[in-house]
Structure formats: C-alpha cells, structure tokens
C-alpha cells in the first residue's frame, strides 16, 4: 500500500522558516518523481515544486523560486521542503504526491494528507 505522510507544517511569522517532510512507503522510492502541491482556502490546488528521481532536476513555481528548496534522501524515503522567507500569501495546506514516473512532468497518483502551513503578517 502507497503511503506519503507529510509533516512539519505549522504557524509562523512572514519573514521566518519551516521544513516539510514527505515520508514515503509501499513503493520504489528512487524510481519516482515527488512533488509538492498547496492548495488555500477558495484557491485550486497548485504545485509548488517538484524532484525528479536522480536529484537531477527540480521546479519550482515562479512565486517560491528563491525562496522554497526541494530535495530528497533516497536512503530515507523522504522528500523534504526547505521555505525560507514565508509570506502570509503562502498560507495553504501542503501536501506530497508521487508521480506515474521519473519525471516531474507525469500525472500524478498518490497523494498524502497534508499538513497546514499558516503565515501570520
């Protein structure tokens, strides 16, 4: 069975920091693309950034570029999100989701639950 768990979400003050992790199991783990998506209240759902399965190339929406760093640890199953600098427009439930393969561009088809991200100004 397919498992992304995310953590790490919470309240913090724009200007300031928070690492998500994407805990993966029940799959390849290497094998597979990981993005990162965040959906707000009354917003669609958007991808934030994404990792292929080498570490060889990345995406990152135009509004974290700077700011967000994605990376994995195979060893681990996990995939984590480094926000620096956060702003209250950030403020959404993020959650992990697998892709159909290697590259960040596939559909994807497992999605975790999420966890809440709030910025306070």
């Known amino acids: 069975e397919v498992q992304l768990v995310e953590s790490g979400g919470g309240l913090v003050q724009a200007g300031g920091s928070l690492r998500l992790s994407c805990a993966a199991s029940?799959?390849?783990?290497?094998?597979?693309?990981i993005g990162w998506f965040r959906q707000a209240p009354g917003k669609e759902r958007e991808v934030v950034s994404c990792?292929?399965?080498?570490?060889?190339?990345?995406y990152y929406v135009d509004s974290v570029k700077g700011r967000f760093t994605i990376s994995r640890d195979n060893g681990k199953n996990t995939v984590y999100l480094q926000m620096n600098s956060l702003k209250p427009e950030d403020t959404a439930v993020y959650s992990c989701?697998?892709?159909?393969?290697?590259?960040?561009?596939?559909?994807?088809?497992?999605w975790g639950q999420g966890t809440q991200v709030a910025i306070s100004s």
């Open positions: 989701a697998v892709a159909s393969d290697r590259h960040c561009a596939a559909s994807y088809r497992y």
């Open positions: 029940g799959f390849t783990f290497d094998d597979y693309a």
């Open positions: 990792i292929n399965s080498n570490h060889g190339s990345t």
